[in-house]
């Protein structure tokens, strides 16, 4: 798995590509964590293997709840059919403003960002 910042005018935007990895993911989200930014989004499009386990999904939570920012507005985007609202709603749960969406368009109006 590999990751791509790029600092946009109005948001951070952070590309996830290749084979889903949790320590990987996890390193990724405390690097998002240390950025100071309104709007993150993280495109995960293209990435494979995300039917991830609830397991997973659980220990996703606990890392993004620990080192995301609770002022930041994350939009995801995860492959539509691995799309499970299980970290969606528990992060909201825990303060962090999060929503995942099938495709950047939506991500970047959720957001209120010009595309």
């Known amino acids: 798995m590999y990751t791509k910042f790029t600092k946009e005018s109005d948001f951070l935007y952070v590309d996830v590509n290749g084979s889903f990895a949790l320590d ?7 690097k998002i964590g240390s950025e100071v930014e309104d709007k993150v989004i993280i495109d995960g499009s293209y990435l494979e293997n995300t039917d991830i386990s609830y397991e997973i999904r659980y220990e996703l939570v606990i890392a993004a709840q620990k080192f995301l920012n609770a002022g930041t507005k994350y939009a995801v985007i995860w492959p539509p059919k691995d799309v499970n609202n299980f970290i969606m709603i528990n992060l ?13 368009v939506k991500a970047k109006k959720w957001l209120k960002i010009p595309s």
Request: net charge negative; aromatic share 16%; charged share 15%.
């Open 92 to 104: 909201n749960r825990f303060g962090i403003t999060i929503e995942v969406f099938p495709n950047l």
């Open 24 to 30: 990987a993911f996890l390193e990724t989200l405390i």
